[in-house]
């Protein structure tokens, strides 16, 4: 599961920055990605939280 969500997490990151180089950055489509980006990393975090705190 981890490795699905940093894929998706590398492949938003490249379109961020590729609509925020092209776009001003309060253009709604460059915060939806934004806003994207950070349930997945949000997602990430927590996944890897909870792996750390049952190995212990």
Known sequence: MEDKILKRIEVLRGRLNKFG???????????????????????????????QLRFW
């Open 21 to 51: 180089l092209n776009r001003n950055l309060v253009d709604p489509k460059v915060v939806e990605i934004s806003q994207q980006l950070d349930r997945l990393l949000n997602q990430y975090q927590s996944t890897v939280r909870y792996q």
